[in-house]
């Protein structure tokens, strides 16, 4: 008899669309499905070290904690959140099909474009990329989940706040009036949404095979492994997009200084059927081009 499987979720508003996102399809599938709220880390009672089980990413530790203590068979993930590494046991069931991949700024007018102005954003991607465009600017700490943000938006002096437009799109929370930052490099697997199951797990591995998406899937793994082969375990400005068209990848990504004042970037383009290495690749030309001396600089900083 086949069980009902346990979806893991935090209990955000944004982690709730997502896990009820994959709930209804599972149930449109024809499988039962049951939301489980997953308590903080700090009510968690484990035998073994986190360190242990190889769990590294902040937004993801107590889901894959869930998952690895038996109290739930999947969770669903922002995959720009998840670490390029999976806790031991746990696997990527499925990519579902990415949306938007767009930053957005949310503000109080854009006058200040031109002259001093205030930015607030928890990402060192999204503060490098601003202050690379934007050096006379002042680039404020932002965190919280989505609503939390925006709320503090709207109580302080700042002019705006940098948002991915898939999550306010995912909850309508988007409004009318803001601006879309074209210009901007995404985080890897920015819009695209990851569900994971323990390895063993085969009677929810079959039923999340529905739910994959091959272009979605093959464009944040080239993200990623651009991503994994740069960080190298540090945290770094570091952005990049994969899409496909007409049987083609077009890649572009980038390493920046903590401060913005420096860019090191590659664009590349090659057939579908010959992506293997294609995101290292893209990776080691950074290096070669600079980038194992920023990094070197940017471990001094954060390490």
């Known amino acids: 008899?086949?069980?009902?499987?346990?979806?893991?979720?935090?209990?955000?508003?944004?982690?709730?669309?997502?896990?009820?996102?994959?709930?209804?399809?599972?149930?449109?599938?024809?499988?039962?499905?049951?939301?489980?709220?997953?308590?903080?880390?700090?009510?968690?009672?484990?035998?073994?070290?986190?360190?242990?089980?190889?769990?590294?990413?902040?937004?993801?530790?107590?889901?894959?904690?869930?998952?690895?203590?038996?109290?739930?068979?999947?969770?669903?993930?922002?995959?720009?959140?998840?670490?390029?590494?999976?806790?031991?046991?746990?696997?990527?069931?499925?990519?579902?099909?990415?949306?938007?991949?767009?930053?957005?700024?949310?503000?109080?007018?854009?006058?200040?474009?031109?002259?001093?102005?205030?930015?607030?954003?928890?990402?060192?991607?999204?503060?490098?990329?601003?202050?690379?465009?934007?050096?006379?600017?002042?680039?404020?700490?932002?965190?919280?989940?989505?609503?939390?943000?925006?709320?503090k938006l709207e109580e302080s002096s700042w002019n705006g706040a940098i948002f991915a437009a898939a999550g306010l799109e995912r909850i309508n929370l988007k409004p009318d009036d803001h601006l879309e930052l074209g210009w901007m490099l995404p985080a890897p697997a920015q819009g695209a949404m990851l569900v994971v199951a323990m390895e063993e797990d085969e009677q929810s591995l079959d039923a999340l095979a529905a739910l994959h998406h091959f272009n979605s899937a093959v464009c944040v793994h080239i993200e990623r492994e651009f991503l994994k082969v740069l960080e190298g375990g540090c945290t770094a400005p570091i952005g990049a997009l994969a899409t496909i068209e007409n049987e083609t990848v077009k890649f572009n990504g980038a390493l920046?200084?903590?401060?913005?004042?420096?860019?090191?970037?590659?664009?590349?383009?090659?057939?579908l059927k010959k992506i293997e290495s294609f995101g290292k690749n893209c990776a080691l030309e950074i290096l070669e081009n600079g980038g194992k001396e920023l990094m070197r600089e940017i471990r001094r900083v954060i390490n």
């Open 256 to 271: 920046f200084s903590l401060d913005g004042s420096r860019k090191i970037e590659v664009t590349k383009e090659i057939p």
């Open 1 to 151: 008899m086949n069980k009902v499987i346990r979806i893991g979720t935090r209990d955000s508003e944004l982690a709730l669309w997502q896990a009820n996102t994959v709930k209804n399809a599972l149930t449109k599938l024809g499988h039962e499905a049951e939301l489980v709220p997953v308590k903080s880390q700090g009510d968690l009672n484990l035998d073994q070290p986190l360190y242990e089980m190889g769990i590294t990413g902040i937004f993801t530790k107590t889901l894959d904690v869930a998952m690895l203590t038996g109290k739930v068979d999947i969770a669903v993930h922002s995959m720009k959140d998840v670490p390029t590494t999976l806790p031991k046991g746990i696997v990527e069931a499925a990519v579902l099909k990415r949306a938007n991949t767009s930053d957005i700024l949310l503000h109080k007018g854009l006058d200040f474009l031109d002259s001093e102005g205030t930015i607030a954003t928890g990402s060192l991607r999204r503060k490098a990329q601003w202050l690379n465009r934007y050096p006379e600017h002042n680039v404020v700490d932002l965190r919280g989940n989505v609503n939390t943000r925006m709320k």
